[in-house]
């Protein structure tokens, strides 16, 4: 073994201090990236509150005037606002206003005179980068597409009730069915002429004459005729799984019906608007998410999603991932609104509660003092 001079001791010192130069600097860059990540993250309270933070579609006067003097005096909330909305994707004017208030606008009322429409959705869709001339052909289909859908409502609403008459008056139709009506009749009575230049022929001609009853039935038109023949193809929201079965039924035993569906949809849901509380109800998406985990039923294996839902999707061009999203989000959407209006009406229900409990209280107080 050769001897270890002072000069090899030296040498490997000056590694070793080399090495332990090297890891302290890279321990440094470590900890200036964690310090600038603090920097950049925002605050727990601040999270807290963009966590909380709900919002419900502006349905009246009211509410308009509320929510614009919160965005021009509260900068904090038109942020929050901002993000929420941003959060939402494909966001459309009904994720600000409601559809009864949107039917309200007109010349005499332009949306361009709304703060939330100017501050916030023109404002999104700006730094999407659309054009002002793009914004206003978007809002102008989307206007109409929500005009024509109400209207559409309103004539099935009619429809219903004209065969809600019909089915009220069949069983009293049943019964008379059968009965006897009065009816009109011509008679022929013989008639004793004692002329005489009637002949016995003749005679015998009129005394064969017979009593014949001639009787008018009038015909009922059913309702059923006056109903369009596509009345049977116009779709309504899935409320429950009776309706749920009935539609699937629909779709795989008649193809016009199916046909009928997918244009109806494509007409009133252009640039790919159609959302999943257009087949469904909102309490009946609330047993469904997208991937049937967490105790839930699976959206994605029912037949109107795959068959209406997802077509009409991919007809517009959107990926698979888009659709996915957009329906993942639409799901979480619509489970929010469910538990806040939950949470109002608890909330609502506690203080009634409270103040019959506080009448008991001052009525039982009144009775000891006396």
């Known amino acids: 073994m050769p001897d270890i001079t002072n000069e090899h001791l030296m040498k490997l010192i000056y590694r070793v201090i080399k090495k332990v130069d090297l890891i302290e600097e890279k321990l440094n860059q470590v900890i200036d990236y964690v310090e600038t990540q603090k920097k950049h993250q925002p605050d727990k309270s601040q999270l807290a509150e963009e966590v909380e933070f709900q919002y ?5 006067d009211k509410e308009l005037d509320y929510i614009s003097t919160k965005i021009e005096s509260d900068e904090i909330y038109k942020r929050n606002l901002r993000n929420y909305i941003k959060s939402i994707p494909y966001f459309a004017l009904e994720d600000i206003f409601t559809e009864d208030f949107l039917c309200e606008i007109d ?30 052909i ?11 859908r109400i209207k559409h409502r309103k004539d099935l609403s009619k429809k219903r009730k004209i065969e809600e008459c019909y089915n009220s008056n069949e069983s009293f139709n049943e019964k008379t069915k059968n009965e006897e009506i009065e009816s009109e009749f011509i008679e022929f009575v013989e008639v004793d002429d004692d002329t005489q230049s009637e002949t016995d022929e003749e005679s015998n001609q009129k005394s064969a004459k017979k009593l014949i009853p001639v009787t008018y039935i ?6 059923e005729d006056y109903l369009d023949d596509d009345d049977d193809d116009y779709f309504t929201k899935i409320e429950n799984l009776q309706d749920l079965a009935r539609v699937c039924e629909k779709i795989r035993t008649r193809p016009s019906y199916l046909k009928s569906v997918r244009k109806q949809f494509l007409r009133s849901c252009e640039g790919g608007m159609i959302r999943l509380n257009d087949l469904f109800t909102e309490e009946f ?5 997208i991937s049937g985990l967490h105790g839930m039923k699976n959206l994605t294996k029912l037949l109107p999603y795959q068959t209406i839902y997802l077509y009409i999707k991919k007809k517009l061009g959107i990926s698979m991932n888009d659709i996915e999203a957009q329906a993942r989000a639409e799901v979480n959407q619509i489970k929010g609104r469910l538990r806040t209006k939950r949470s109002r009406i608890k909330k609502r229900l ?3 509660n409270k103040a019959e409990n506080k009448e008991i209280e001052d009525i039982d107080e009144n009775k000891t003092e006396n």
């Open 350 to 352: 506690q203080q009634e």
């Open 285 to 289: 998406i609330s047993g469904y998410n």
């Open 218 to 223: 009038k015909e009922v038109k059913k309702t």
């Open 107 to 136: 010349e005499e009322k332009p949306l361009e005179d709304l703060i939330p429409y100017e501050d916030i959705f023109v404002y999104l869709k700006r730094k999407e980068g659309m054009t002002g001339k793009n914004i206003k």
């Open 138 to 148: 978007l809002v102008t289909s989307e206007l109409a597409r929500i005009k024509d």
């Open 56 to 60: 419900r579609p502006i349905g009246n």
